[in-house]
C-alpha cells in the first residue's frame, strides 16, 4: 500500500495496515466507544449535532493531504496516519548516533519513552475539554468552526499517541492508553498532567492567546519529538506538525484581528492614547493593555510547560537518543553534546543572571529560548498591524522571569521587565502585568454570540480569506 494513501473502508482510517495488524486493530477497536464517550461528554458542547465545515485528513501527501466538507463532529474519521518512512534513517543525536533509527521500542528505553508519549498525549483532550464551552460565543461561524477544527486535530493527536501505546507498549500502553481518557482538565482528584491544561479558558482572546502560545509549545514539543531516533515517534510527529500549523494560524490571526479592530475603532473615535480604558471599551472593543495582560498570562503559564531549566530528564533523553532539539537534523555541531555549554538564565542572590552549563542539561531551557523567539516572529506582526493603523503601542512577551510557577524563576516574584518585587509589591501591583476581575468581567460582557453567515461581533475584525477559499457569506457551521 501506498502510504501516502489512507486506508478509509474499516472503523479507524489509517495508513498504518491496521488491516493487517489483528493485536493492535482489536485493541484500538476495544478504546474506540471510551474515546467516543469521551467526546460526547467533554467534546464541544451544545454542537454535536451541527454540521460543521471541516478538514479531514485523508493522506499524508504534504502536497494534498486534506479533504473538506460538512461533517457532524462525532461523526468526524479520526485515524491513525503517520509521515512516510524515511529511506535509511539513523539516529542523528545522542549516544547512539548514526546507528540505524529504531523501529521497535529498545528495552532500556521502554519506561522513559513511554513517559513522553503519555506526556504528550495528555496535553491533547486537555486542550478540547478546556475549550468546550467557548462554541456558544464564537464571535462568528467563521471562527465556531476554526474552535471545532482545532478540537477534533486534537482529538486525532490523541489517537496518535494511543496508537503508539497500544502498538508498542503491551499492557502498560493499554492502560496508559484507558487513563488518557479518564483524566480531566482542572479536575481535582484526576488533573490532567501539566499545569497549563488544567487551566481555564473562558473566553475567545484566552483561547486565541492559548493557540498562540499553548500550541506552538505543542509545536516545539512536536518538533523535538520528530528528531526522535524512535522512528515510529518521529513519523507520527511530523504528520501531527502538519496539523499543528493550522493551530497556529488561528491563534495568530485570531489576536492580530482583536488587535485590529481595537486600532481601527479607536483611530475612528479619534482616540490615539491607548490607556485612555474606559474611552476605548465603550467602543465595544478590547483595549491594548488588557490584551497586553492576557499575552502575560497565557506566555508565562506556557514557558512553565518546558519544565525546569536544568534538567537530568531532559539529559536523559536526549542522551538516549529519544528526544532531540529543536531542528536537531539542521544544528551544526556533534549533536552528543558531552563537552560544550549552554548559556542559563538562573536566579543567583537574587538578581537574574546568565550562567554557563554544560549543554546537556540546558536542554529545557535551549528549547524555550527557541519557542521565546518563535513567539516573538508572531509579536511583531501583531505590532505591524498597530504601526500600521498609527496608534502609539507595542505589544511585548514579558520577561520569563514573570509569573513562574516552575523552575529558577518559581521562588521569586518579577515584574514584566525581569526585575524582582518583594511578595508586597507583587501583591500591590499584580493587576498591572496579569488580568484583574474587572478586566475578566468586562472581556466577558463582550462575549456575545454572532451565529449569522457574514457577520462578526463588534471585538473582532473579519479574516482577510475564507478557509478553504470559501466567500465571506459561507456557512461555516450549520447549527442543529
Ligand atoms: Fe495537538
Ligand atoms: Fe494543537
Redesign the pocket.
Known amino acids: 500500500m501506498n502510504i501516502a494513501q489512507v486506508d478509509y473502508d474499516g472503523l479507524i482510517p489509517n495508513n498504518v495496515a491496521l488491516g493487517q495488524d489483528v493485536r493492535v486493530k482489536r485493541a484500538l477497536e476495544k478504546w474506540h466507544p471510551g474515546y467516543l464517550d469521551w467526546w460526547n461528554d467533554m467534546g464541544p458542547e451544545g454542537f454535536q449535532e451541527s454540521l460543521v465545515y471541516l478538514r479531514t485528513a485523508i493522506s499524508v501527501d504534504p502536497k494534498g493531504w486534506a479533504k473538506f466538507d460538512y461533517v457532524r463532529m462525532p461523526e468526524y474519521r479520526w485515524g491513525v496516519l503517520i509521515a512516510p518512512q524515511m529511506e535509511g534513517r539513523k539516529v542523528n543525536f545522542g549516544m547512539h548516533k548514526g546507528e540505524d533509527a529504531w523501529q521497535e521500542v529498545p528495552g532500556e528505553y521502554r519506561a522513559m519513552l513511554r513517559r513522553l508519549v503519555v506526556i504528550q498525549g495528555d496535553t491533547e483532550p486537555a486542550?478540547v475539554e478546556q475549550q468546550r464551552f467557548l462554541g456558544k460565543t464564537a464571535p462568528s461561524l467563521y471562527d465556531m468552526r476554526n474552535l471545532f477544527q482545532?478540537n477534533v486535530?486534537?482529538g486525532r493527536?490523541l489517537w496518535a499517541m494511543v496508537y503508539l501505546l497500544q502498538k508498542y507498549f503491551g499492557t502498560d500502553g493499554r492502560e496508559e492508553a484507558e487513563a488518557l481518557l479518564q483524566r480531566r482538565s482542572g479536575d481535582p482528584d484526576t488533573p490532567r498532567m501539566l499545569g497549563a491544561f488544567n487551566e481555564k479558558t473562558p473566553d475567545w482572546l484566552s483561547f486565541f492567546m492559548f493557540?498562540f502560545f499553548t500550541?506552538r509549545d505543542?509545536?516545539m514539543q512536536l518538533e523535538a519529538l520528530a528528531q526522535s531516533g524512535f522512528d515510529p515517534l518521529s513519523r507520527t510527529c511530523r504528520f501531527m506538525l502538519t496539523?499543528?500549523a493550522h493551530?497556529m494560524f488561528v491563534g495568530e490571526t485570531g489576536v492580530t484581528r482583536v488587535i485590529q479592530r481595537t486600532c481601527e475603532a479607536m483611530k475612528g473615535a479619534g482616540i490615539s492614547d491607548p490607556y485612555e480604558i474606559d474611552k476605548v471599551r465603550k467602543l465595544g472593543v478590547i483595549d491594548l493593555p488588557t490584551i497586553q495582560k492576557k499575552a502575560n498570562l497565557h506566555f508565562s503559564l506556557t514557558l512553565d510547560l518546558f519544565g525546569n531549566e536544568i534538567s537530568t530528564n531532559a539529559a536523559n533523553a536526549f542522551h538516549a537518543g529519544l528526544k532531540g532539539r529543536y531542528r536537531e537534523d539542521r544544528l551544526k555541531d556533534d549533536h552528543q553534546l558531552e563537552s560544550g555549554t549552554y548559556p542559563v538564565l538562573r536566579l543567583v542572590d537574587g538578581k537574574v543572571k546568565n550562567e554557563d552549563t554544560p549543554a546537556l542539561s540546558a536542554l529545557n531551557m535551549r528549547l524555550r529560548d527557541d519557542y521565546v523567539a518563535d513567539c516573538n516572529n508572531g509579536v511583531g506582526r501583531w505590532n505591524k498591524v498597530i504601526e500600521q493603523i498609527g496608534i502609539p503601542f507595542q505589544m511585548k512577551l514579558p520577561h520569563v522571569a514573570f509569573h513562574r510557577h516552575i523552575g529558577e524563576f518559581s521562588r521569586t516574584n518579577a515584574d514584566v521587565d525581569g526585575n524582582i518585587l518583594s511578595p508586597a509589591e507583587w501583591t500591590k501591583r499584580r493587576t498591572d502585568f496579569l488580568p484583574s476581575a474587572a478586566d475578566k468581567d468586562f472581556i466577558e460582557s463582550l462575549m456575545q454570540p454572532q451565529f449569522e453567515p457574514a457577520k462578526f461581533a463588534g471585538w473582532i475584525a473579519p479574516p482577510k480569506v475564507g478557509i478553504d477559499n470559501k466567500p465571506g457569506d459561507f456557512e461555516y457551521v450549520k447549527i442543529a
Open positions: 486542550s482545532v486535530e486534537e493527536h493557540t500550541d505543542g509545536k496539523e499543528e493551530h
